[in-house]
């Protein structure tokens, strides 16, 4: 069944999509290198400059400046192609891609077209059943990202409406790997989770390399999805036999939960337009994350002419074998492979440690457990209620205002006694309001734990005045109802008591 | 070899992002034409085997290091600017997005 | 003092060291000279008085406080417009950059800063360097100072004439298909074009990146020597630069030696399609080798017929891509679509770059976007990079049964302004001798053969080497002029007409 979105486009029902329809996806992922400098010239690539203060004749394409390739974007592109068990190609040119636009110094961009430095490798991606789905990467290539523009005018800052623009170039020139897998097919339902998880997997493994920050929010990492569909096959048909569909791509697709929701919404929009008997059109598409919607932008056509040629300014990159298998050595333990060695060494059955996974805790629980902490205690807290609020406030948990040593002293406090789990979460707040430390907000709000036999002995005395009835059972030997007592002590001291020595007490007096 | 019509010809210049008048198109057509018999000659040539040549010296792998050097300041950079503001370059509305 | 102008600068400069002439006097007199007869001749598009007359200074007290200087150091140099030149306007002859003026300085122009010569000012050429004949200046032509109603050569006109009419003892020029050979053919005065990537071209503004090389024009192969000596050698700006010494030169143009050296005439280089006069000169200066102890041979370099063709497609398909940069966005022409009350980012760069580029331009512009387009790029630039190759094979068997090759440097003497400016391809003709050694990256020079018959007009050899002996040009070279300059009883520019103090003020581009 179709509904109609707010910006007026039909979907199919999921189910109904998945029923009828095989999704096949793609896509192209952008990491911003980590590099001091920018891929063609000595520009630092620090970030938040002042405008235009970061920007040399090269980067900024003024008449006579020429390229001069950056060995360490070389490095990490090997690298990364590497990881990804692709072909490291022998001896290869960059390229132009010739196309006008105000953010592009040159009107064209210094890429690498049919030369690409990495080809056809892997990635196996763990969905969060357990299994593995393996995505195959066409090629990893290098290019150079744009400058940013400011649109004036308009609403809301973009670009439609606006009345002119602001550029600054302080960007234009950093490295970028663009990383393109294969058309991923047989995914079936499961494909926007599928686009989720490899893109996450991605992020892992090129952070592992310490090659990027991988930053979707700050933008070091970029992700395009391609979808497409075809009718499911009937009968007999294999359904690889089932041509593909026209594919839209989408753009500007910000954040692992953005990849998701938008290849789904994207599935379904255009399941309703096939199911409607109308076609797809062949074009670059907006992810509205306010909306949760697609929105038609430039028409994409193949014939898009950009005119490549060998860039003629630079001179081809051919990595010597032996260097080539000297950085292979240098590459990290697989994430994967990590993960397993930590679930070991932690203890974790298979379900805990694939909750920490998704809730992208496992770096943190590292952290944690190195600060100190017991693993399960780590655990509890940074896929229990750290991600409880992190879901709720809409962001990853590593951008809470928490550090794993503060987790770590979190644990430490409970484990010693100071304060129990309840308190242990008021406490979490106030280190999240940026109250301090846990000891400090312990101490600021009065948190700790009364184990001072003086003030719970007062408060036992009273709770026994004020519930003699109860006081009496307990006296002629039901040691069960000391409970309502520990119960009223318990809410006098706000929490703050040590349950089991208030027990003592009341069972002390009373027995 | 086909002969550039003046459509194909305001195709090229659409590309190539220069206005032209239509007279200009047209006169454009004909000059081209006229070099393209001549440039045309190169598939006379059989070279079905031979390498093509981007660079007269068989260099590879130049690079520099990963180290900052000193660029430009903002106001050298701005300086020929036709319009800038807040520290930026001032360009006219932007059609299309990318 | 007229005869300031008129000696060589090796000379100039040995009266510069022995303190009978300052910097200053020296530069001086070259104002002088430039403000009698630029009038005319028109070689100037800028002439930076205040600049000069102050690095001329600079020199002096240097010299003054018994600093060691390097032998030009005082010596004045004009440099083509196409170079960037720190503070000092530069248009590449465009009005699209009209006004602008670099932030920074082409290493070449830091190299002759260094060596304490003195910058006269940017002389004129065809725009963005395209054209055989400084007629597609857009800031007019400039005159051959031999008759002031013909054209100088092309694209370095400016620079050609500047050495001829004695404005400057040096000039900087640059050779893509013969812009410094052709114009010192046709001036009566000497050019090289380096072995590619011999000189940076960090700074140049590029036309066609694969074939652009900076050089010297000068009136006499020891000063080209000299020149040549402190532009080039490897920057590590300019990644097709090559890293290794700059070639011998000074010292092969000092012990100039043709004895033994074998000779070999390109039989695809002489025929009809040359000028009677153009062939007598030529015949008479093999003979002078032979004379000399030579052995001459003719070779044969069977692919030079397809070079025009193969030029006419890679250089037209590197500019359009390089041009691309000129947007209206960052510097140079803005101008608004006329009727359109807030126009596009689009059409203001349609706008301008129809209001900036010359017909020339935007013809190669228009072909090389063909050149390159989809469908197109196989059998166009594609099929001419293949013949690129064949032709430096070409080359490469003819360098083994010749150490230099030898040619007339141009079909015909120097034609009258207007003559061809209607009809593209005679003017492409120009340079048919000339085109092959940048395809194939050769080092080439022209040095005067003497005057033809039949119109008095001077006459151009050129010698051709293989890649990095550069060398070889100027020790055959020298041995050649000297010959020749005995045979006419002094330098060939000695019988150009003496031109007379101009009553029109020499113009200056505006911005």
Redesign the interface.
């Known amino acids: 069944m179709t509904t109609t979105t707010q910006v007026g486009d039909e979907v199919l029902d999921y189910d109904d999509v998945v029923r009828d329809f095989d999704p096949v996806f793609g896509l192209e992922v952008h990491v911003e290198l980590s590099t001091a400098t920018k891929m063609f010239c000595g520009c630092s690539t620090v970030f938040g400059a002042d405008p235009n203060t970061q920007v040399c004749?090269v980067c900024?394409?003024?008449?006579?400046?020429?390229?001069?390739?950056n060995a360490t974007a070389v490095e990490s592109a090997i690298r990364i192609g590497l990881a990804l068990g692709c072909s490291i190609t022998p001896w290869g040119r960059f390229a132009?891609k010739?196309y006008?636009y105000?953010d592009m110094?040159?009107?064209?961009q210094t890429s690498q077209y049919d030369e690409p430095i990495a080809v056809d490798g892997h990635l196996d991606v763990e969905l969060d059943d357990g299994t593995t789905f393996r995505v195959e990467i066409e090629r990893a290539h290098m290019e150079e990202d744009t400058g940013k523009s400011l649109h004036i005018g308009g609403a809301t800052g973009r670009i439609h409406g606006a009345?002119y623009?602001l550029?600054d170039y302080n960007r234009a020139g950093i490295p970028l790997i663009e990383i393109v897998t294969k058309p991923v097919r047989g995914a079936g339902e499961r494909t926007p989770e599928v686009a989720r998880a490899y893109v996450t997997a991605l992020r892992d493994l090129v952070r592992s390399l310490g090659v990027s920050d991988v930053r979707m929010e700050q933008g070091s990492m970029r992700c395009d999805a391609n979808l497409s569909l075809r009718p499911r096959a009937t009968g007999d048909q294999a359904q690889d036999a089932v041509p593909l569909g026209t594919r839209t791509e989408t753009k500007n697709v910000n954040s692992l939960r953005s990849v998701e929701r938008a290849v789904r919404y994207e599935m379904c929009r255009q399941a309703a337009r096939l199911q409607a008997g109308l076609p797809i059109v062949q074009e670059t598409r907006h992810w509205q994350e306010d909306s949760g919607t697609t929105t038609s932008g430039r028409p994409k056509s193949d014939?898009d002419?950009y005119?490549?040629?060998p860039e003629?300014?630079?001179?081809p990159v051919a990595p010597d074998a032996a260097w080539v298998e000297q950085l292979r050595g240098t590459l990290p333990e697989p994430p994967a492979q990590r993960r397993r060695r930590l679930q070991s060494d932690w203890g974790f059955t298979d379900l805990e440690m694939r909750d920490l996974v998704n809730a992208g805790a496992t770096e943190l629980v590292e952290a944690t457990v190195a600060a100190g902490a017991a693993p399960s205690a780590a655990r509890k807290w940074w896929s229990g209620e750290l991600a409880r609020v992190a879901n709720a406030e809409g962001v990853e948990l590593g951008e809470l205002a928490v550090t794993p040593v503060q987790v770590a002293e979190l644990a430490s406090l409970v484990a010693s006694g100071r304060i129990n789990d309840t308190l242990a979460r008021q406490v979490l707040e106030g280190v999240l309001a940026g109250e301090g430390s846990p000891q400090q907000v312990v101490e600021a709000r009065g948190l700790g734990i009364v184990s001072d036999d003086g003030a719970l002995g007062a408060a036992v005395d009273r709770a026994i005045e004020a519930n003699a009835a109860i006081a009496q059972k307990i006296r002629d030997g039901k040691v069960a109802a000391a409970g309502a007592l520990i119960g009223a002590v318990m809410k006098e001291m706000r929490g703050q008591a040590d349950a089991a020595r208030v027990r003592e007490l009341v069972l002390e007096r009373l027995t | 070899m086909s002969a550039?019509t003046r459509d194909?010809?305001a195709h090229?210049?659409?590309?190539?992002?220069?206005?032209?008048t239509d007279d200009e198109l047209d006169r454009?057509a004909g000059?081209?034409a006229?070099?393209?018999d001549?440039?045309?000659?190169?598939?006379?040539?059989a070279?079905a085997d031979?390498?093509?040549?981007?660079?007269?010296?068989p260099?590879t792998n130049?690079t520099?290091p990963d180290e900052p050097r000193p660029g430009?300041t903002a106001d050298?950079?701005l300086?020929?600017?036709?319009?800038s503001e807040l520290q930026r370059?001032s360009?006219?509305?932007?059609?299309?997005e990318d | 003092m007229p005869e300031l102008t008129r000696s060589t600068a090796a000379v100039l400069a040995q009266r510069l060291a022995s303190g009978e002439v300052s910097a200053v006097e020296l530069t001086q007199a070259h104002l002088d000279r430039i403000a009698d007869v630029d009038g005319d001749v028109h070689a100037f598009l800028h002439v930076d008085a205040d600049g000069a007359l102050a690095a001329a200074r600079s020199v002096d007290e240097r010299r003054a406080a018994g600093e060691a200087l390097h032998p030009l150091a005082g010596v004045p140099i004009a440099v083509k417009d196409i170079?960037?030149t720190k503070g000092i306007p530069?248009t590449?002859g465009s009005r699209i950059?009209a006004g602008?003026?670099?932030?920074?300085d082409?290493t070449i122009v830091r190299r002759l800063k260094d060596a304490g010569l003195v910058i006269l000012g940017k002389t004129n050429m065809d725009e963005f360097a395209m054209g055989s004949s400084t007629e597609h200046s857009a800031f007019g032509p400039t005159h051959n100072p031999w008759d002031l109603e013909r054209i100088p050569g092309g694209s370095g006109g400016g620079s050609a004439a500047a050495v001829a009419a004695f404005e400057a003892p040096l000039a900087i020029g640059t050779d893509t298909g013969g812009s410094i050979r052709q114009p010192a053919a046709v001036t009566g005065s000497v050019g090289v074009k380096p072995?590619?990537?011999g000189v940076s071209?960090?700074?140049?503004?590029?036309l066609?990146?694969?074939l652009d090389q900076a050089g010297p024009c000068t009136r006499s192969v020891l000063d080209a020597a000299l020149l040549h000596d402190v532009i080039g050698g490897h920057d590590?700006?300019?990644?097709?630069s090559?890293d290794a010494p700059v070639p011998a030169v000074v010292q092969a143009a000092r012990q100039g030696e043709v004895r033994g050296i074998r000779v070999g005439v390109v039989r695809e280089l002489s025929g009809d399609g040359y000028q009677a006069g153009v062939r007598s000169r030529f015949d008479e200066a093999v003979q002078l080798l032979v004379e000399a102890g030579a052995e001459v041979v003719e070779v044969s370099c069977p692919?030079f017929?397809?070079a025009?063709?193969?030029y006419?497609?890679i250089l037209p398909?590197?500019a359009?891509?390089n041009l691309?940069?000129?947007?209206?966005?960052?510097?140079?022409?803005?101008v608004a679509?006329p009727g359109v009350e807030?126009?596009?980012?689009?059409?203001?760069?349609?706008?301008t770059?129809?209001a900036g580029?010359g017909d020339e331009v935007?013809?190669r512009?228009?072909?090389g976007?063909?050149a390159?387009?989809?469908g197109y790029?196989d059998?166009?630039?594609?099929?001419?990079?293949?013949?690129?190759?064949?032709i430096?094979r070409d080359f490469a068997a003819a360098f083994e049964q010749a150490d230099v090759l030898i040619s007339p440097t141009t079909p015909t003497t120097a034609f009258r302004l207007g003559e061809k400016l209607d009809d593209?391809?005679a003017m492409?003709l120009n340079d048919i001798a000339t085109i092959p050694a940048n395809l194939?990256?050769?080092p080439g020079m022209s040095l005067p053969a003497g005057l033809a018959a039949e119109d008095g007009l001077p006459v151009g050899v050129q010698l051709l080497a293989p890649?990095m002996a550069d060398d070889r040009l100027y020790r055959v070279g020298a041995v050649l002029e000297s010959l020749l300059e005995q045979r006419w009883g002094g330098p060939l520019l000695d019988r150009a007409p003496q031109l007379q103090p101009s009553r029109s003020v020499p113009q200056e581009v505006r911005s």
Do not use: C
Request: no cysteine; hydrophobic share 45%; proline share 9%.
């Open positions: 004749p900024l394409g003024l008449p006579g400046a020429l390229p001069v390739v132009r010739n006008f105000p110094p040159k009107n064209f009345e623009s550029v014939a002419d005119r490549y040629f003629p300014d630079l001179v | 550039l194909d010809v090229l210049a659409g590309l190539a992002r220069i206005d032209a454009l000059q081209l006229q070099i393209l001549a440039v045309d000659r190169v598939g006379e040539v070279a031979v390498p093509p040549m981007s660079h007269p010296l260099l130049v520099r430009l050298e950079a300086a020929g600017a036709p319009a370059f360009v006219p509305r932007i059609l299309e | 170079v960037t530069t590449a950059l602008w003026v670099p932030p920074y082409a072995t590619y990537g071209r960090y700074g140049l503004i590029a066609a990146s694969s590590p700006l300019d990644s097709t090559i692919h017929e397809y025009l063709a193969a006419y497609l398909s590197e359009s891509s691309a940069k000129f947007d209206a966005m960052r510097y140079g022409l803005r679509p807030t126009p596009t980012a689009e059409q203001v760069m349609a706008a770059r129809d580029f935007k013809r512009i228009i072909l976007t063909y390159l387009s989809a790029y059998a166009y630039y594609g099929q001419a990079q293949k013949v690129r190759t064949l430096a593209p391809l492409y194939a990256g050769v890649a």
